[in-house]
């Protein structure tokens, strides 16, 4: 487990400004503090930065920790549990209408998506995705890996059936045909960079969890089930 430390020059019995101040020094390049407040495990300041990164600063304003924070009784890594929270999104605000959607039998469960079309791990979730079952699968385009991914994204977009025209260039390799119209395309990369995504596929879950990378089919099915049950309860 990677991890490293760096000292800061704060008085003893630094307080929120002082650590505030003193990070302000040092952390130019990482990003801005979105998110400063004392935790109640190992006297530890936790410091949430612009980029999505999450440090720590000891309460005396001694040392900057960066790394990977585990309860030794537990065994639970705390700090991949709070990022796991952080990285929520609220399903609501979400523009599904800027989404290609596709309906699996009932459609009773949520899986939403942000790929790219030439993301070979995209290719193999959309043959998986064939069999899911009901699921109403929004997924938001964005090209962010190639010069020739907004011209497709676009393309599938201006289709007149553009799940179909998705489906036969993620799971046959048939390429849309060339078209032009109103679409959403740089508006999802825009909201791929506030949701600070940078890889393909990206997921979310009914209840706002993300899911990072591409899952195999039977713990993506798992995954989707558990998060519309957390989001039916509220827990």
Known sequence: MAA???ALSLPALAGEAEVRKALGNIMREEGKIVSLQK???????EVVLSNGDLVY?????????MGQIVDLKTKKNVTAARESELSRVNIAELPLNQAVKQV???GKRTLITFEDPNCSYCKKLAKELKDLKDTT???FMIP???PDSMDKSRNIWCAKDRAASWNDWMTENKAPVDAQCDNPITKNAEMARKYRITGTPTMFLADGSRLGGYLPPAELEKAISEAESKAKTGK
């Open 39 to 45: 935790v109640s495990y190992g006297n530890l300041y």
């Open 4 to 6: 490293s430390i760096a």
């Open 137 to 139: 699968i929004y997924t």
């Open 57 to 65: 600063v000891d309460d005396k304003g001694s040392f900057l920790l």
């Open 144 to 146: 962010i890996l190639t």
């Open 104 to 106: 699996r039998g009932s």
